[in-house]
């Protein structure tokens, strides 16, 4: 996603299936326990609510407060000769403005609704659609056990129903249809039921007892190349080329990604794995900070080349050529876990001094 967001070398190739995986490893984690009683679903709705809904919350609120700063030190810009510069992506280009305490109170309010949002928060739509999927492919796998007690029929239900919510989607792509975010919904619940699917049935485990993990994920990456000028994907928007096209980049891109998984997985134990794990761990932070911590990377570009300040408003990022994606990713990458890591250690050392 950083990747992608940082705009290196074929990252378009990346949207084909990125934050596809989201969803897929979501349902691979899925645990339908939770559906066994009321009790259950309370105690699932909740832990969504606190591992989405909160983190959420606090990054968008704490960037709708901190707007008017953003704006005098140019992270956002209000000056008209922005939108006339060389060099910024067309599609973001917009100009910032500034937040009296009703416009702050209202945008926070429209946050805590799980609606609204951020510019530097934009990636958080993510746990907006997420939270909703599996919420109600909880409910619904709740309601499926009571009527058809069998649980082959209430996995041939799901799928029934995923498939529809799929064409529903995409209805509402093709008609330009937001529904506050539910078109989003009903697009990607379908990739949740395939992720849980996998593994509940081991359909890859046993793709790999038969071929190398190696020849499967080269093939994988085979279809990926074949599909990648032949239509697009961006799940930001609900947009794709059409429920076909989604699918199979979404389970190619699953596929490659497992494959790659797997054979990491048979190495010896490295900090390279360690370091990759760690990243996995603490995503949370990542996901909410990078646009914010890019702009470090802007002002040294802005720096370099003698540009205007105002160009550091540029987003995501305003140097889309060159080398300057790896400072980006790393940037991105490093400075939030080092804040994360700072901000848990200051909780440990306020816990223990209280105790």
Known sequence: MVYRHARGPASDF??????AIFFMASGWLLNTKYAGDGTQMKKYIGKKLRGLWVPYVCFNTLFVICNNIFLRLNIYTDNPMFLKADGIEREYAHLGT????SRM?????????????????????????????????MVIQYILERML???????????????????CGYLCYRKGIYAYGMNRVLSYYI???????????????????KLHPAVVTLLAAAVLLALYHRGSINLAGNAYT???????????????LFGIGTMAGELKKSRVLDGIQ??????????????LCFKAVSLMAVEAYGMKLYMLAAFPVLMTTGWWWIGYVAVGIAVPLVMDWGWRRLIHWQTRRSV
């Open 14 to 19: 990346v949207l084909l299936f990125h934050m």
């Open 98 to 101: 500034h937040y009296d305490l």
């Open 105 to 137: 109170l209202k945008e926070i309010i429209k946050v805590l609704c799980f609606q609204g949002g951020t510019e530097l928060g934009g990636a958080l739509w993510f746990f907006n659609a997420l939270f909703f999927v599996l919420v109600l492919y």
């Open 149 to 167: 007690r069998r649980e082959m029929f209430v996995e041939v239900a799901q799928a029934v129903i995923a498939v529809c919510f799929l064409v």
């Open 191 to 209: 990739l949740v039921y395939a992720g849980h699917i996998c593994r509940k049935w081991d359909v890859l485990d046993g793709v790999f007892r």
């Open 242 to 256: 059409n429920p076909g096209y989604l699918l199979v980049a979404s389970f190619a891109g699953w596929t490659m």
């Open 278 to 291: 760690y990243i996995s761990i603490h995503a949370v932070p990542i996901i909410g900070l990078h646009f």
